[in-house]
C-alpha cells in the first residue's frame, strides 16, 4: 500500500516545497529510503510516497489541464473502466480523473477496489476526498486557518505541526473501551473520514457525507442453485487481483483454521499458474499446546505441497519495551510482536506481499439462530414464533419479553437514541466492568462515536448480517489498518481477499441463512472449500485461543503491568482501579467467562501515552468544544 498526501492553501498562496516536504517524510515507510513523487501546481500540492521495494509502474499523481488526482487505490475493474473511458493505458490517479471527467462527483460509485483518493479540480476549486466503502485505505484529514492538509495517516499531519494538536479525548476513552471509530484519530482537530464517506468544500469549509454504501447486488445475481459457486468464483477473483497487484513470492499466513487455510489454497492454485513461488507462515508454540495449531498448518501445507516455515512465538513478550512500529500513530498492538514477527520474515526473505485470511469471520460466519427465526417472523411467517420463543432459553418471562423485543425490533433504533439510552445507563455495548460510568458523557465525544449502523433493512437477520460488515467490523479495519503501516515501513503489501466489496455485495443479497449451509460453524465455507483442503481442516470445529499466551505472558510481566495500568493516577477519572486489578487476577487465575484479556486495551493505551504524549493527558480531559483551532468539519 502506498502513503498519499495533499496540501490545498485556499487563500490562493503557492504551496512550498518545505510544506509537500513535512508530509512525504513523515509516515511509515523509512524516510532513508522514501523517494515522494510531488507535484505542486500553484495553491495545491500532492504526495504520493512508496517502498522503494515497491516502486510504483505509473506516474502518481496524476496533472492535467484543471485536475490533480493522487491516490492509494488498487481498482478491480481497471480494465472495463479504462475500455468504457476510451483509455489505453493509465495509472489509478488517471483512471479516477477521466472517471470524473465523466461522471463528476458520482465517479467513485463506478470503481471497484480498494482505494482513498483526493481530487482537486482546479477550474472549479471544487475538492473530492473519497475512501471505499469497505474501508480497507485510511484518509485523513485537518484544517489549520485558510489551509488544508489531508494524508493516508494522522501521523504525516501530526509531525509535521507537532505542536499544534492536543490529544483527543474521545480517543483515548474509545481505545480503552477497545472501540474503533475512524472518525477520531488520537489528535483533536485531526479527523478521519469513516468507509464510503466523501470530503468536499462547501463554502470554503471542509464537509463530510456518505457517498458510498454496501448494498446487496441487484444485477447478474446466480439462481439459487449456482449460489455456491458464484461464491467461490469471486473470493478466487479477490485472491487473483491481490496476486496481481504485487511481484515475485506469494506469502500467506497459515493458522491451520478454515479462514486461513481457504487464502492459502487459493492461493497456491493462482500462484502455480503463474510459475511462483508459495510460503507459508506459522506460530508455534511448543509448550503451550491449548494455543499450537502447528499440527494443522502442516497438514494443509503438505497437502498443498508448499512449505511452511512456524515461528516460534513463546520467547516473546506480552509487553515490549520499545514499539515494535514506529511511529506509533495509535496504541493498537503498540507492544505485541506476534504479527510482526511474520512480516520481518516475509522481509527477510524478499517477499513484498502476504495474504491473511482475517475477514473470514465477518463473511462467513454464522448468524445467531434467534436472529434467523426474528427475521422470519418479521416477515410473516408466524409459525416459528414458538421456536424462536424457545431459544430464548430457561428465563424469566419478563426478561424473554424483553429479548425478544429486541431481537425483533432493535435494530429499528437509530444511533442517537441508542447513545442517549446508553447516556442514562452509564453503560455502552461491550464496555469493561472497570470504566466508571462517569466515563459514558457526551462532553468526553462518546457522542460522536458511531456505534451502531445506519439502519438499510427491516428483517433483523439481514440488517444484523450489514451490520457485521459495516460497523461489526472495525476490529476487522482495525487490524488491516495496522497491518498497512507495519507493511509499509518494511516494503510489503499486506492483503485480505475475505474483505472484498464484491463478495460482501453478493453475500448481501443473499438470505442470510444460505451461511449456515449443514449447521456447522461456517458451513457454507466448508461446502465451498472440501475439493480444496484436507478433510481434516474441513471438518475441525475446536479453534485454539491465544488465552495460554496471554496468561504465561502477564504472569511473567505481572509488577510491570501493575505499575503500568493499574497504580497509575492520570487516569482515576475513567478507570476503576480495584476494579481492573481484580479482572487482572480472575484473568490470571483462569476464572470461567474471564478468558479475555480486555484489560490490554487499557495497557496499549497507556503505553502510547507514556511514549507518544507523556506530558498531555491532563488537557486531553477538556471538552472537545472548548479545543482552540484546527476545528472539525460540518458533517
Known amino acids: 500500500m502506498s502513503e498519499i498526501a495533499a496540501v490545498i492553501h485556499l487563500d490562493g498562496r503557492p504551496v512550498l516545497q518545505e510544506e509537500t516536504d513535512l508530509l512525504a517524510h513523515h509516515g511509515f515507510v523509512p524516510r532513508s529510503s522514501a523517494t515522494p513523487w510531488v507535484a505542486r501546481e500553484g495553491a495545491v500540492g500532492m504526495m504520493f510516497v512508496e517502498h522503494p521495494r515497491l ?187 491481490r496476486l496481481a497487484d504485487a511481484e515475485g513470492p506469494v506469502s500467506t499466513m497459515l493458522s491451520g483454521g478454515m479462514d486461513s487455510s481457504t487464502i492459502t489454497a487459493l492461493a497456491t492454485e493462482h500462484a502455480r499458474r503463474q510459475d511462483r513461488e508459495v510460503v507459508a507462515y506459522a506460530y508455534r508454540f511448543p509448550t503451550l499446546t491449548d494455543c499450537d495449531e502447528s499440527h494443522w498448518s502442516r497438514l494443509t501445507a503438505e497437502h498443498l505441497g508448499i512449505p511452511l516455515e512456524s515461528i516460534d512465538c513463546e520467547p516473546f513478550t506480552v509487553v515490549e519495551p520499545s514499539p515494535p512500529i514506529h511511529p506509533m500513530e495509535n496504541p493498537f498492538q503498540c507492544a505485541d510482536r506476534l504479527d510482526l514477527a511474520i512480516l520481518d520474515q516475509v522481509q527477510r526473505r524478499g517477499g513484498t506481499s502476504l495474504l491473511t485470511g482475517h475477514g473470514g469471520d465477518t463473511m462467513f460466519a454464522n448468524l445467531p439462530p434467534i436472529h434467523l427465526l426474528a427475521g422470519d417472523i418479521l416477515k410473516g411467517r408466524l409459525t416459528r414464533l414458538g421456536q424462536f420463543w424457545t431459544q430464548l432459553g430457561q428465563r424469566p418471562l419478563k426478561s424473554k419479553a424483553k429479548a425478544a423485543i429486541r431481537s425483533l425490533f432493535g435494530h429499528l433504533v437509530p444511533n442517537r437514541l441508542y447513545l442517549d439510552h446508553c447516556y442514562r445507563g452509564g453503560r455502552l455495548p461491550h464496555m469493561p466492568s472497570w470504566i466508571r460510568s462517569e466515563a459514558i458523557r457526551p462532553e468526553n465525544g462518546i457522542d460522536e462515536l458511531e456505534i451502531r449502523s445506519p439502519r438499510r433493512f427491516l428483517g433483523s437477520d439481514r440488517q444484523r448480517f450489514f451490520h457485521r460488515m459495516t460497523r461489526g467490523a472495525a476490529g476487522i479495519r482495525r487490524a488491516t489498518h495496522w497491518y498497512q503501516r507495519a507493511g509499509n515501513s518494511r516494503g510489503i503489501k499486506v492483503f485480505h481477499p475475505f474483505f472484498d466489496h464484491r463478495l460482501a455485495e453478493l453475500l448481501l443479497a443473499m438470505p442470510p441463512n444460505h451461511l449456515n449451509g449443514d449447521g456447522r460453524p461456517k458451513g457454507l465455507l466448508r461446502e465451498l472449500m472440501k475439493h480444496h483442503l484436507p478433510s481434516e481442516i474441513v471438518n475441525r470445529l475446536e479453534k485454539p485461543t491465544l488465552a495460554a499466551y496471554y496468561y504465561k505472558g502477564i504472569a511473567n510481566q505481572l509488577n510491570r503491568l501493575q505499575g503500568q495500568i493499574i497504580h497509575d493516577p492520570i487516569r482515576h477519572e475513567w478507570i476503576d482501579g480495584p476494579a481492573l486489578q481484580e479482572s487482572v487476577e480472575l484473568f490470571l487465575k483462569k476464572e470461567p467467562g474471564r478468558e479475555v484479556a480486555d484489560f490490554l486495551s487499557a495497557l496499549w493505551t497507556e503505553i502510547w501515552l507514556s511514549i507518544r504524549q507523556p506530558q498531555s493527558f491532563p488537557h486531553a480531559r477538556k471538552p472537545l468544544s472548548s479545543a482552540p483551532e484546527p476545528s472539525n468539519p460540518k458533517s
Open 55 to 241: 516502486a510504483p509502474v505509473a506516474p502518481n499523481p496524476h496533472v492535467d489541464e484543471d485536475l490533480m488526482v493522487v491516490a492509494d487505490a488498487r481498482i478491480d475493474n481497471h480494465a472495463a473502466l479504462a475500455s468504457a473511458l476510451a483509455l489505453e493505458t493509465a495509472s489509478p490517479a488517471s483512471l479516477i480523473a477521466a472517471a470524473y471527467r465523466r461522471w463528476g462527483s458520482r465517479c467513485p460509485r463506478h470503481l471497484s477496489g480498494d482505494f482513498a483518493f483526493v481530487l482537486w479540480n482546479r477550474r472549479t476549486r471544487e475538492l473530492l476526498a473519497v475512501r471505499d466503502p469497505m474501508g480497507t485505505r485510511t484518509l485523513h484529514f485537518a484544517s489549520i486557518g485558510q489551509s488544508l492538509y489531508l494524508s493516508s495517516f494522522a501521523i504525516q499531519i501530526e509531525r509535521a505541526f507537532p505542536d499544534r494538536f492536543e490529544v483527543n479525548p474521545a480517543a483515548l476513552l474509545m481505545w480503552i473501551m477497545n472501540h474503533y471509530d475512524e472518525r477520531h484519530s488520537m489528535w483533536h482537530g485531526l479527523t478521519g473520514l469513516r468507509p464510503g464517506e466523501a470530503l468536499t468544500l462547501r463554502r470554503g469549509e471542509p464537509s463530510i457525507g456518505r457517498l458510498l454504501e454496501l448494498r446487496p447486488r441487484r444485477h447478474g445475481l446466480p439462481p439459487r442453485k449456482e449460489w455456491g459457486p458464484a461464491l467461490l468464483e469471486c473470493l478466487n477473483q479477490a485472491v487473483a487481483q
